[in-house]
């Protein structure tokens, strides 16, 4: 695996790859890897000739502090996990080789996808994010791009921005990777306590009930259940839950027989936010 820390020595070694029609698959990541970030970087290596990953915690996207300076920082074992993998590039620069001198997000305008779920309780996080994919897909320049849907509202604020800035690029969604009892798998997860980490997992379980409930009960219903079962949970403080439209993600008031709706759900374990998400039929 070749591990490169600028833009000039990546794009030095991509540029005749992409003259010789090569294709590129791209990962995103903010590392502290686990099997979900594998799952996409198989998936990747599947369907592309070289598969990019980069590892970069993007300053811009922590609208708390404090949570990015407690954010996991595993290198040594990151690329241990890319090597098992065969991973072609780890891009690993540095904040000051994205930002150069002003750390700062631009700001877009995603329709206002932006404004929904996560939006309205992480100030400029989708800015922070748009910045740092944008700046990433113009290093990589990769034909495809891979992202896990436990971050669905962030999946399709990308393909948004693809869109909207016309972008050479084709952004794929894959399933959410779950741990054996069912907590979708994210970096933050090592930060849990054992006391947490045990009942993290009511997430899931919890969703997967309110799937079966939709299916006799309205959104508002199901919306009020959720928020009754979570004031009686010992440790687990619910801070948002919404039954949404996948498109729009705006909040579904009225069932409707051709709507393709998802809830979505965040939680605080003790300091650590948890979302998840699953598809309602």
């Known amino acids: 695996m070749k591990v ?22 791209f990962v995103p990541t903010m590392g ?49 996990l890319l090597e098992s993998v065969q991973c072609d590039v780890l891009f690993f620069p540095s904040v000051e080789e994205i930002y150069s001198e002003v750390i700062d997000a631009k700001k877009f305008n995603f329709d206002g996808l932006e404004h929904q779920m996560e939006g309205k309780f992480r100030d400029g996080h989708f800015d922070g994010v748009g910045t740092i994919v944008k700046k990433l897909f113009e290093i990589v320049n990769p034909n495809k791009a891979y992202f896990g849907k436990k971050d669905f509202q962030q999946f399709q604020i990308i393909k948004k921005m693809v869109e909207k800035h016309h972008l050479p690029v084709k952004i794929k969604g894959c399933d959410i990777y779950r741990e054996d009892d069912g907590l979708a ?25 309110a799937k079966k409930k939709f299916g006799t009960k309205s959104a508002g219903e199901v919306t009020k259940w959720i928020q009754k079962k979570f004031k009686k949970h010992p440790l687990l403080v619910l801070e948002y839950f919404t039954i949404a439209d996948e498109k729009t993600l705006k909040t579904v008031k009225n069932k409707e027989t051709n709507c393709e709706c ?18 309602l039929k």
């Open 185 to 209: 798998m994210s970096s933050r997860n090592t930060r849990l306590t054992k006391e947490y980490r045990k009942s993290a997992p009511d997430i899931y379980k919890i969703l997967k009930k």
């Open 4 to 25: 490169y820390k600028t833009k000039s020595e990546l794009k030095a070694f991509l540029s005749p790859l992409k003259k010789e029609n090569k294709s590129i698959g």
């Open 32 to 80: 502290a890897l686990h099997h979900g970030h594998l799952s996409l970087i198989k998936k990747s290596k599947k369907k592309n000739d070289i598969t990019v990953v980069s590892i970069f915690v993007n300053p811009t996207q922590f609208d708390n502090k404090e949570d990015l300076i407690k954010y996991p920082k595993t290198i040594e074992e990151d690329i241990k």
């Open 262 to 279: 998802r809830a979505f759900i965040a939680v605080f374990a003790g300091d650590i936010r948890l979302i998840d998400n699953i598809r």
